[in-house]
Nanobody, 125 residues
Framework: TVQLVESGGGSVQVGGSLRLSCAAS????????MGWYRQAPGKEREGVAR???????KYADSVKGRFTISRDNAQNTLYLQMNSLKAEDTAMYYC???????????????????WGQGTQVTVSS
């Protein structure tokens, strides 16, 4: 059974930083594309970042230069380092997995069949 468990969310002030983690199990993590998505109240889910098994990554324009996605294949863990946080980054953040594949092109919610339960990030001024 695929399991994705996020942690690291919380409340932070504008300009602050948070590091999200996602513990993955139940599939061949090192061979899979992984991603972070988010959903703000009243808005659709949107892609934040994606990383393939070879480490190539893609970011949403809104987070480029501020967020960094990384993976530890030995620990089956995905990370999202978020710096210079803005109020508009407030959302539920989800870890996603696409087993045994690499993904290219735009960040698409339909690319990932497996989703975690999410961790809340709240940025206030």
């Amino acid at each position: 059974t695929v399991q994705l468990v996020e942690s690291g969310g919380g409340s932070v002030q504008v300009g602050g930083s948070l590091r999200l983690s996602c513990a993955a199990s139940g599939f061949q993590y090192r061979l899979s594309s992984m991603g972070w998505y988010r959903q703000a109240p009243g808005k659709e889910r949107e892609g934040v970042a994606r990383i393939n098994k070879d480490g190539t990554s893609k970011y949403a324009d809104s987070v480029k230069g501020r967020f960094t996605i990384s993976r530890d294949n030995a620990q089956n863990t995905l990370y999202l380092q978020m710096n210079s946080l803005k109020a508009e980054d407030t959302a539920m953040y989800y870890c996603t997995a696409a087993p045994n594949t690499d993904l290219y092109g735009q960040l698409d919610v339909d690319d990932f069949p497996y989703w975690g339960q999410g961790t809340q990030v709240t940025v206030s001024s």
